[in-house]
């Protein structure tokens, strides 16, 4: 699931996961919770998560590996908020590789910058997230999607598994929209 911060991954990728039988994964959550339980990892990591930038990328691509290897009875996975750099989507295809595994689907939410400002700050009322409720932060993350994540949307092209969808509407539109590019490969 792709798409620039505030794009709705993380609430469409839930829904998805459950309807398909997926193990959701998101490093953001992920790394929220070594904030949130104050590991070495997570007080390290803070002051970067804090600006808005990206961690390492052999931090999210361990968190991965370790979850991917973890897993048992789901059909798949549904990568939320990862790949962000091209490096990690390399990673992620050799990680998938040597399991006999592959992308199957690469879904670009696509929302403007003016919508997505406007809903990270409502989200900050209720997700309490420091990087949401300033709004220097919330330019930074989107600056930062724009210069190493979106070049990852060429690697999926290229690979023929992207697919663009408008990500402005009612939850429940967005989601039929993703559902109808699911239902393409399943
Ligand atoms: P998110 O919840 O996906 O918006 O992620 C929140 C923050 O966690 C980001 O602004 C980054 O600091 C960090 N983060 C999450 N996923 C990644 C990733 N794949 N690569 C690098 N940093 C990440």
Same mark, same amino acid.
């Given at each position: 699931?792709?798409?620039?911060?505030?794009?709705?991954?993380?609430?469409?990728s839930?829904?998805l996961?459950?309807?398909?039988?997926?193990?959701?994964?998101?490093?953001?959550?992920?790394?929220?919770?070594?904030?949130?339980?104050?590991?070495?990892?997570?007080?390290?990591?803070?002051?970067?998560m !804090?600006?808005?930038?990206?961690?390492? #990328? =052999?931090?999210?691509? $361990?968190m &991965?590996?370790?979850? *991917?290897?973890?897993?048992t009875?789901?059909?798949?996975?549904?990568?939320?908020?990862?790949?962000?750099?091209?490096?990690?989507?390399?990673?992620?295809?050799?990680?998938?590789?040597?399991?006999?595994?592959?992308?199957?689907?690469?879904?670009?939410?696509?929302?403007?910058?003016?919508?997505?400002?406007d809903?990270?700050?409502?989200? !900050?009322?209720v997700?309490?997230r420091? #990087? =949401?409720?300033?709004? $220097?932060? &919330?330019?930074?993350? *989107?600056?930062?999607?724009?210069?190493?994540?979106?070049?990852?949307?060429?690697?999926?092209?290229?690979?023929?598994?992207?697919?663009?969808?408008?990500g402005?509407?009612?939850?429940?539109?967005?989601?039929?929209?993703?559902?109808?590019?699911?239902?393409t490969?399943?």
């Amino acid at each position: 699931m792709f798409g620039p911060p505030g794009s709705g991954k993380g609430t469409q990728s839930v829904t998805l996961a459950e309807k398909y039988n997926l193990l959701h994964l998101s490093t953001g959550d992920m790394l929220r919770a070594e904030l949130a339980a104050g590991t070495e990892l997570g007080r390290k990591m803070s002051a970067i998560m !804090a600006a808005g930038e990206l961690v390492p #990328d =052999d931090v999210v691509i $361990a968190m &991965i590996a370790q979850k *991917i290897d973890s897993t048992t009875g789901k059909a798949g996975f549904i990568f939320d908020g990862f790949p962000r750099t091209v490096e990690q989507a390399d990673a992620l295809q050799v990680m998938l590789k040597e399991r006999g595994m592959k992308i199957d689907l690469m879904l670009v939410l696509e929302v403007n910058d003016a919508e997505l400002t406007d809903r990270m700050k409502k989200r !900050a009322l209720v997700s309490g997230r420091a #990087d =949401d409720a300033d709004e $220097a932060v &919330i330019k930074n993350r *989107i600056a930062v999607y724009q210069a190493k994540t979106e070049p990852v949307i060429e690697f999926g092209r290229r690979a023929g598994v992207s697919r663009m969808v408008d990500g402005v509407g009612s939850i429940d539109e967005i989601f039929s929209r993703l559902c109808s590019q699911v239902e393409t490969i399943i």
